[in-house]
């Protein structure tokens, strides 16, 4: 079909040609300049009707062609020839400078699959070089090794092996030959194997991961191989590594013009002639579009140019994230020597200084979260069903955006991304050439960074959620005078090297300095200008930058712990005193109150932030510092605290009161959230607030007496009363003229007597990595959750499934995320549950002395 498009185009240009010389002639007998003005208007009307009657003729065909019945192919959408290689690793913690050998005895080693990170199994202690900031875990020099049989069949091959990230300095060799090393730890790369391998026999790949020197990171890096490893068996002939570049350069609500640049790699001398078919595919496996075109290969990599029409695309969105598919396939002989899958969304954005970010046509407030790559309890090893949770969590709150602060994430994130509707800074440094600790990437910047950040844009240009590339958060560089040439320097080389990959998106830089000179900034090579905090600064960004655009790279830095609160909520309390300052009077227990009151000084409250954001229609989003805490960086606190007090949701993933805030101003839904607990000394004076949506006012009754009707005045976000405190039950009922939208009670906890037990999923996948999150409880004989309730939990486990993790959400607690014990923090613990490969019904008790115990079933399919 692709050859009766390019025909038609053929005999058009032969027309347009014929046209132009037909007019020349008509120059040469004089024609009156109006005449000719006529026939010039008469000339493109015919032009602009053919050109109709050409394209409609054209979407008629495609339009046919896919009527046609049993037409339908069903597209596999998984790239041939590449396997998930994470199963059966051996892994010793330690040196052993003889372990990249073929012959090692490493029959001792533990076995594992992998994503694994090491870090988050050993003990929390401030003696380990990452200190508190880094998480308190350990990091060390770590060994995997894999042996695998290659058949003989794959003689001739290409054979490669691609890691989605290894933290840090990584150092492979495939049967004692050394490969390759990468420092960076959050980079994909591949290796070829081929001519290494002996086929029809064993082979051993060996992995070196080396994150000893520390501390190399401000926040918990994880150690080892803590991403996805595939194995890549291809033809020698095939399409090559990130070897795709999707564009749609025309997005009209009649047809989208799809750009497809596909790279093949030949290996022979002799040209190879091949042919590269190209169907894109709905949501729904149907074809929409297909093209062919032969092309023949020198030896090398040659690209390939492919333009394809969508008719009536249906367009990728927050709210709607359609995807599209394009399946290149690589015949040989009329053959299918090698099929690829490119991810396709089709939309249109633009972001406008006064507008802010406009996706599809429509104004879109990009209401996002920050967050770091931790999955709690699971340390760093990726996991797709906790990704997919915490998305789900976030996406429930009327997040629409992430970004991957301060690195390139999992790939997989980005295609839950993709599916989910999230609109993605995906970020490249935290450091350029100057450091902010010892050990970190300032020391392989001046021979990496242009690599890391091509692979980066090479790996990630195709997914339709990434639509802002950061390079950088607060790097060094951006401060000083005018006298300071690196950043500006830098800022123009990384730009352009983003722009010579991808010019579809913008550029931007997450800075803190944005009161005086900015050497990023200045160097005039940004697409947007990223302000981090400096919520008040927004209002006079035009002044400061005239006709610049503006997102809000990152926000809040507020700081809570779940179910805590210091009285009275409306005194803010600023922890610590100054940036550069140690806090001094912080709560015993290393707590922050809930109640929203509590902020570090560069940061503000959450409802401070949301009201600076909603009135300003000049930011195009904001990123909120973070979404879920994370390990490491317990601001305000040091040891013994050792995670984060930043998140919206905490670290096992339950969310803080301030959830609900965003919930209700982010989403339409009706929201009514009040806090905080009720269990307090008789006759205290009790903050109580309440954040509402979708209601005129709510009223708040103790025992049934009503203690008055509140709405929200002004810029509020929230309600409150001062309660004076009596044991019962506390209720909030929000109304809309008059009816009743919700009602919420809280009952005074009697003593501990239960466990519950609730399962975010209870069917699983038998495929030795899908999740089930078990929240635990601990409530009074009726149900109502002991608002401080610390009690030992252990936890025994039937069937096919383990414990992956366990945790409580408190950023001070010691006790191991692995295991089968740990205790309550603040009414709840969370028990992560992993399923093995075989069909079973899993069962999982929990019990802790003097309460009644709990079970819960889950089936494994
Ligand atoms: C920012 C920084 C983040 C995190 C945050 C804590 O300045 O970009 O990585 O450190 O502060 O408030």
Known sequence: MYFNMKLLRLCKLVFLLSCTTHSLFSQQRQVHPEQQQVQFEKQELEKQQQQQQYEQRERQTRRQQRQQPGQKQEPSLQRTGVTDFNRGWKFFLGSNPRAFAKQFPDAKWRGLDLPHDWGVEGSFSNSHPATFSG??????????????????????????????????????????????KRPNGYIAFRYELSRWLRYGAENIIAVK????????????????????????VLNPVHIDHWGTSVLTPVVISEFAKVKLQVNVVSPSVNPQTVTLKNTVYDRDKNPVT?????VTLPAGTTTVNEELEIEKPHLWSDTDPYLYAVETQLLINGKVADTYHTPLGIRTFVFDAERGFVLNGKEVKIKGVCNHHDLGALGTAFNVRAAERQLEI?????????????????????????????????????????KKSDFDYHLDWAYWHKRDLQDQIKRDRNHPSVFIWSIGNEIMEQWGTEADTAGRKITRELTGIVKSLDGSRPVTTANNEVNSYNNLIQSGALDLIGYNYNHNKWKEFHQTYPGKKLIATETTSALQTRGHYDLPADSNIIWPAAWDKKLINGNADFSCSAYDNCYTPWGSSHEQTLQAFMFNPVVSGMYVWTGFDYLGEPTPYEWPARSSYFGIVDLAGFPKDVYYLYQSVWTDQPVLHLLPYWNWNKSQVVDVLAYYSQADEVELYLNGVSLGKKKKEGEALKVSWKVKYQPGTLKVISRKEGKMVLEKTMHTAG???????????????????????????????????????????????AGDASIAGLDNGSPVSHESFKGNKHNAFNGLALVIIKAGYKKSTVKLLAESPGLSPATIELEIR
């Open 135 to 180: 998480g308190a875990l350990p990091g060390g020099v770590g060994w995997y090794r894999k042996h695998f049989n290659v058949p003989a069949a794959f003689k001739g091959k290409y054979v490669a092996i691609d890691f989605d990230g290894i933290y840090r300095n990584s150092e492979v060799w495939i049967n004692g030959h050394f490969l390759g």
């Open 209 to 232: 991961v080396d994150n000893s020197k520390q501390p190399n990171s401000r926040w918990y890096s994880g150690s080892g191989i803590y991403r996805d490893v595939k194995l890549v």
């Open 290 to 294: 297909v093209s062919e075109k032969v």
């Open 394 to 434: 976030l996406k429930a709150m009327g997040c629409n955006g992430i970004r991957t602060s301060h690195n390139p994430p999992a790939s997989a994130l980005l295609d839950l991304c993709d599916k989910m509707g999230f609109i993605v800074m995906d970020e490249a440094f935290d450091i350029w050439a100057k």
């Open 751 to 797: 003593a501990a007597a239960k466990i519950i037990l609730s399962a975010d999923r209870s069917d699983l996948a038998a495929d030795g990595k899908d999740l089930s999150f078990v929240t635990v409880r601990i409530t009074d004989k009726n149900g109502n959750t002991i608002p401080d309730a610390d009690q030992p939990l252990s936890f025994k486990l």
